[in-house]
Nanobody, 119 residues
Framework: QVQLVESGGGLVQAGGSLRLSCAAS????????MGWYRQAPGKQRESVAI???????IYADSVKGRFIISRDNARNTVSLLMNSLKPEDTGIYYCNAELTGSQGMGVFWGQGTQVTVSS
């Protein structure tokens, strides 16, 4: 069974940094795309950063220049380094992966990790 597990969330003051990590486990043949999404209460979930198998990246305009996404293909992990955090970065951050496993291709989500940025 494929699972994505996030870690690294927490409470931080504005201007600080956090590093989120996500590990994919299970019978995984390959991972095409991994990314991070976030959602604040009552708001839509939005894409934060995406990285492909070839390490091409796409960032939301609101985080460009502050966040860095990276992946370790050998370990099936993805990380998000968040610098210069702002209160508007507060939300639940979810790991997402499009991958091929024992049941074929599918899209999987982690359980989410809370990030709270205080002013």
């Amino acid at each position: 069974q494929v699972q994505l597990v996030e870690s690294g969330g927490g409470l931080v003051q504005a201007g600080g940094s956090l590093r989120l990590s996500c590990a994919a486990s299970g019978r995984i043949f390959s991972i095409n795309r991994m990314g991070w999404y976030r959602q604040a209460p009552g708001k839509q979930r939005e894409s934060v950063a995406i990285i492909t198998s070839r390490r091409s990246t796409i960032y939301a305009d609101s985080v460009k220049g502050r966040f860095i996404i990276s992946r370790d293909n050998a370990r099936n992990t993805v990380s998000l380094l968040m610098n210069s955090l702002k209160p508007e970065d507060t939300g639940i951050y979810y790991c997402n992966a499009e991958l091929t496993g024992s049941q074929g291709m599918g899209v999987f989500w982690g359980q989410g990790t809370q990030v709270t940025v205080s002013s």
